[in-house]
T-cell receptor
């Protein structure tokens, strides 16, 4: 079945550092890929998405590129802020094989210190 | 901004009691999902509905969990009887899914509620 694997956390960075959170996936079909973010005490919010190979999703300075050859969708940000501290979830959805249900990775806790 | 509303936000109950969690999806969304989040298991899909009809509830323990959509504005998740291992945060999410359309429609974006934190003692 479909699955998503994220780099283990937690990740602790200083403000303005470069961020990478690795995500790889396994899917039988041709999925759409997502990054969701969860701030403390809140639900998940869509951060960015990509629906086909080589698409780049971007939002709020975050970027991720859909790499079919490496089955990856790594999240990057050039300069993190304290307000980016949250849990980040990589997810996939394959409408053809599983409807629109999202399969999530384990989540990566990010803490940014001033 | 349109929101998915969940109630209650927090619930503490004793083992054996019935618990009902409610969700108001975004008006116009045709698909509703229930997820459970725990430290050990992460995010697990419990059930989901399309146009109020249950599509898949294979993630739910059938003997104690039930999910329904009595109307388009309300989805419920009930646990009876509750057990300590049910302690988790339960999320509802809704989306407008173009079933049968092309996979690149981008319509697979879900909006999540803030969650219901359940503690079973």
């Amino acid at each position: 079945g479909d699955s998503v694997t994220q780099m283990e956390g937690p990740v602790t960075l200083s403000e303005e550092a470069f961020l990478t959170i690795n995500c790889t996936y396994t899917a039988t079909g041709y999925p759409s890929l997502f990054w969701y973010v969860q701030y403390p005490g809140e639900g998940l919010q869509l951060l960015l998405k990509a629906t086909k190979a080589d698409d780049k999703g971007s939002n709020k300075g975050f970027e991720a590129t859909y790499r079919k050859e490496t089955t990856s969708f790594h999240l990057e940000k050039g300069s993190v802020q304290v307000s980016d501290s949250a849990v980040y979830f990589c997810a996939l959805s394959d409408q053809e094989t599983s409807g629109s249900r999202l399969t999530f990775g384990e989540g990566t806790q990010l803490t940014v210190n001033p | 901004d349109a929101r998915v509303t969940q109630t209650p936000r927090h619930k503490v109950t004793e083992m054996g009691q019935e618990v009902t969690m409610r969700c108001q999806p975004i008006l116009g969304h045709n698909t509703v999902f229930w997820y459970r989040q725990t430290m050990m298991q992460g995010l697990e899909l419990l059930a989901y509905f399309r146009n109020r009809a249950p599509l898949d509830d294979s993630g739910m323990p059938k003997d104690r969990f039930s999910a329904e959509m009595p109307d388009a504005t309300l989805a419920t998740l009930k646990i009876q009887p509750s057990e300590p291992r049910d302690s988790a945060v339960y999320f509802c999410a809704s989306g407008l899914v173009l079933w049968g359309r092309g996979r690149r429609s981008g319509a697979n974006v879900l909006t999540f509620g803030a969650g219901s934190r359940l503690t079973v003692l």
